[in-house]
Structures are given as structure tokens and as C-alpha cells.
């Protein structure tokens, strides 16, 4: 299967891309360097983490052009920016129109389908965790409305990282919070980057509508996924805030974790592209039915590589 590598830099590097290789050149002594090759079609996803990472702009774009996510890490070990395709997105103005004029009832009917799979997945999660409040979440679950107008998300959403973590609050800066913050963001920059692909305008949702957040609907996409984060994060939290080299490898290996989605079972980055697929398709014909998103499973390990 294409794509299906992660790629963390951690060291200082030369990026070079020639004759569909990555090569990444490294001083591993004075007037001594290493070079290691991967082919293009084995990466999905590059996070640069150390600093004097260095590669042109003719290597960005070939980055793009294999759809290729590339991400920068910042000082607070924190994603800060996402390399995006942007021909993709020129060429695709025909769902942009359509996502721009969506019927405000098809908004409120799939954010509900939405919030109602990431609750079922909340509970799923407290159950793979052996922590109760599965069936509260369950019973909140029933009161669900098109567009959530009783806020059941916010009140379920409390409940859930009550139990999750006792005495967790989700805008403090801990080490909880650092590591949920973490893999959220990467699940997001490849949420943005799919949509991107697709055609859509990340900035348009249908529930999040921040003005000065360029990603409302990455936002609103990636509410199911958010337990599959929390299921690996509550077994890695350690008593730092910023997050150890191990602590981002397990956290980005959560994009090649296992979720069941379309009636088969699949990596979560695989499941990401169907569901903005099928989220292409729900709103082309109007259909909330055609909506394919993800349910929870329990942790399984894949591949990473790292230089």
C-alpha cells in the first residue's frame, strides 16, 4: 500500500528529492555525512522536530505534488505549521460551490451525526480504558437534536474528561493536556490536508465558525476521532509538560492505528480520506445517509521510521 510511512526528523538535515527518493543528509562527524533514501510512495506524513532542518522549494512542492503532508514542530513541541497541495484545491471549484451553499438543515443533520458518533466513541474509549460512565454518555447520547441546540456535546464532553482524568481542565497548560494537544493536531493536519485534496475550503464548516480560524472544518471532521487520541494518550502521560521523543512517536503512530469505518477495518489515516469522501458525497447529493465515519478500536501498533 502507497503511503503508509511517517517520517520524524529529529536531527539537523538536508532534504534533498530526486528521481522519486526523499534523501535525507546528515553530519554525523566533521567532513563525515550519512545519507538515507526512502521512496516517495512509502511516506504519508514528515514532521520536522529539530531545528536546522533545511530543503528547497522545489522539494516542497514535489511534497505536495505526492500529497505528502509535511509538518514543522514548534519551541512548545507543538505542530506550528502544515505544508499544504495547493493545485488541488484550484482545481476542485465545483464542491467548494457546493460546500458554500449548503442547506443549513443538511448542516444541522450531519453535525448531529457527527457529535453522536463522537460520544459513541467517548464511551467506547472509557470502556477499552476499564473507567465507568459509559452508560451516562449512552443515556446523554439519546437527546441529541439536528444542530445540537441543547449543547449535549459540550454537557457529554465534561462528563467524559471527568472520568477520563479526574479534575482534568481541558484549556490548562499540563501534561495531559500536552499530549492530548499533540495528537489531536496530528490527526488535524491530516484532516486539513485530505480536505485540501478534495476541494474543500478548510475555513467553511458547518458548525465551527470561528472568523479567524482558517480550519473551522477540520474542526467540526475531526470530533469522532478525537477518543482514538485520547485511548493512546491516557497510557503515555508522564509528569512533564513538554513532550518526550517517544511520547511524539507513539502519538503520531495514532494516524496508523486501527478504526473499523465503511463496514471494514482500516488505519485511522486511511479512514480520514474516506470519511472526507464520503462527506463529499452526503453533501453532493444531500444525503446525511452517505456519511461514513469511524468507530473506536482497541490500540494496535504499526510502522514508523525516524533519522
Known amino acids: 500500500m502507497d503511503g503508509f510511512r511517517i517520517l520524524e526528523i529529529t536531527q539537523p538535515s538536508e532534504l534533498h528529492v530526486t528521481a522519486n527518493q ?3 543528509e546528515q553530519e554525523i562527524a566533521p567532513k563525515k555525512k550519512r545519507k538515507v533514501s526512502v521512496p516517495l510512495k512509502d511516506l504519508e506524513l514528515i514532521i520536522c522536530t529539530g531545528a536546522n532542518i533545511r530543503l528547497s522549494t522545489m522539494a516542497l512542492s514535489v511534497l505536495s505534488e505526492n500529497k505528502i503532508g509535511l509538518v514543522t514542530i514548534g519551541k512548545d513541541y507543538m505542530p506550528a505549521s502544515i505544508v499544504l497541495p495547493y493545485d488541488a484545491n484550484v482545481r476542485n471549484a465545483q464542491i467548494a460551490r457546493q460546500q458554500l451553499s449548503m442547506d443549513e438543515n443538511l448542516k444541522g443533520e450531519l453535525w448531529e451525526k457527527i457529535i453522536q458518533k463522537k460520544i459513541e466513541n467517548q464511551a467506547k474509549c472509557l470502556t477499552l480504558l476499564g473507567i ?35 479534575g482534568l481542565v481541558r484549556r490548562n497548560d499540563d501534561p495531559i493536556n500536552s499530549v492530548l494537544n499533540y495528537g489531536y493536531a496530528i490527526v488535524r493536519n491530516t484532516i486539513i490536508r485530505d480536505l485540501v485534496c478534495a476541494g474543500f475550503y ?23 476521532w478525537r477518543a482514538m487520541v485520547d485511548v493512546v494518550a491516557h497510557e503515555i502521560v508522564s509528569s512533564q509538560t513538554n513532550l518526550s521523543r517517544e511520547q511524539r512517536r507513539t502519538l503520531a503512530l495514532v494516524l496508523h492505528n486501527a478504526c473499523f469505518i465503511n463496514e471494514e477495518k482500516n488505519t485511522i489515516s ?20 452517505l456519511l461514513k465515519l469511524p468507530d473506536i478500536l482497541p490500540v494496535e501498533k504499526i510502522e514508523v521510521i525516524s533519522e
Request: hydrophobic share 40%; glycine share 8%; aromatic share 10%.
Open 202 to 224: 478548510p475555513a467553511i464548516g458547518i458548525h465551527h465558525e470561528g472568523p479567524f480560524n482558517g480550519f473551522n472544518l477540520a474542526d467540526d471532521l475531526i470530533e469522532p
Open 22 to 24: 526523499l534523501t535525507i
Open 132 to 166: 465507568e460512565g459509559t452508560k451516562e454518555l449512552f443515556e446523554m447520547m439519546k437527546n441529541l437534536k439536528a444542530g445540537d441546540p441543547d449543547n449535549i456535546e459540550g454537557n457529554a464532553a465534561k462528563f467524559y474528561f471527568q472520568q477520563f482524568h479526574p
Open 270 to 289: 486511511n479512514g480520514i480520506n474516506i470519511m472526507i469522501q464520503s462527506f463529499k458525497q452526503a453533501i453532493e447529493e444531500s444525503d446525511i445517509n
